[in-house]
């Protein structure tokens, strides 16, 4: 693994910015991408999960096996992407129920975990979520994590004045990034499990997100989400094409089924609330879902 570093310091807003750039290749990314079959395969954890889905999102729905991203692959697109995660307001339009996602985690955030004073924003794009939550704690110390240098700069822009605490700025993949064992009062993920594989990703991130925050933290996700009924996985994907037809048209509708065929292996929320509960979480929340959206969380 090799790793570059730097940090600097800034009086403005009296706030102490530190940025760690760290290069390198995940441990449990593929080197090349791979074809899905219908079925995933199964890491056989300690308790029977919920199966996962028997279609993953294909091109437009059709039935042909897709190849997946590599790592490095969704970096470069996300880092040409910057300012369609930008916007507090709406967040991703391409999402169904963004704004409200967001509200919901922050709060739910907000009201369970005291005291708050460290923020780790996994996937965090150009820092929406840690805004959010800002509102209502402006002065934690936010670590800002993204496979994305450009989203890590933007998210350094918007966030920095918000705060008087500390913000960190982390350029890696959660998977292999070296962060602190209960380090954490929240954590935030959102749109980013997504791009796990198979179940032993899926395991090592939600035991690792449990080891990262300290007893009484909370784990608040928005997400892309499948169904583990093939009919029901079919009928809410058409109806999240119909809802992106009448946002941007049939051409945009194609390009965003596209990136989900290229990009994600979404699971159900059955599946990833039992993996909660399994990593250690005592408590597991529901807090939305419309379509193949859903807000939820854990505590520990």
């Known amino acids: 693994m090799h790793a570059k570093s730097k940090a600097f310091s800034a009086s403005a807003n009296k706030n102490h910015i530190l940025i760690h750039f760290i290069q390198q290749k995940p441990k449990l990314a593929h080197s090349k991408p791979i074809t899905l079959p219908h079925s995933t395969p199964s890491a056989q954890p300690s308790k029977k999960l919920a199966p996962a889905p028997?279609?993953?999102?294909t091109t437009f729905m059709n039935n042909k096996p897709?190849?997946?991203a590599t790592v490095d692959q969704i970096r470069q697109r996300f880092d040409s992407d910057v300012d369609r995660f930008s916007n507090l307001q709406t967040g991703q339009?391409?999402?169904?129920d963004a704004a409200l996602a967001m509200d919901l985690i922050t709060q739910a955030a907000h009201a369970v975990t005291t005291p708050i004073r460290n923020i780790l924003d996994i996937g965090c794009g150009a820092g929406n979520n840690t805004l959010k939550l800002l509102q209502l704690v402006p002065d934690a110390n936010c670590t800002l994590l993204d496979l994305s240098q450009p989203m890590l700069q933007r998210a350094q822009q918007r966030v920095t004045p918000c705060t008087t605490g500390t913000v960190t700025l982390i350029q890696s993949d959660i998977r292999t990034a070296d962060l602190p064992a209960e380090g954490y009062d929240i954590i935030l993920a959102a749109a980013v499990l997504h791009h796990l594989r198979d179940d032993a990703d899926w395991q090592a991130v939600f035991a690792k997100l449990h080891r990262?925050?300290?007893?009484?933290?909370?784990?608040?996700?928005t997400d892309?989400?499948?169904?583990?009924n093939p009919a029901i996985d079919r009928?809410?994907?058409?109806?999240?094409?119909?809802?992106?037809?009448?946002l941007g048209g049939a051409d945009y509708c194609q390009q965003v089924f596209d990136y989900i065929a290229q990009e994600?292996?979404?699971r159900s929320i059955p599946y990833q609330l039992d993996l909660l509960r399994q990593s250690g979480f005592r408590q597991v929340e529901l807090l939305h879902k419309n379509t193949t959206f859903a807000a939820y969380g854990a505590i520990k």
């Open 54 to 57: 028997a279609l993953y999102y």
């Open 66 to 68: 897709t190849p997946k």
């Open 93 to 96: 339009t391409s999402t169904i």
């Open 212 to 221: 990262l925050l300290r007893p009484g933290g909370s784990l608040w996700i």
């Open 224 to 228: 892309l989400v499948a169904h583990d």
């Open 235 to 246: 009928l809410m994907q058409q109806r999240y094409a119909d809802y992106l037809t009448a």
């Open 264 to 266: 994600d292996t979404p």
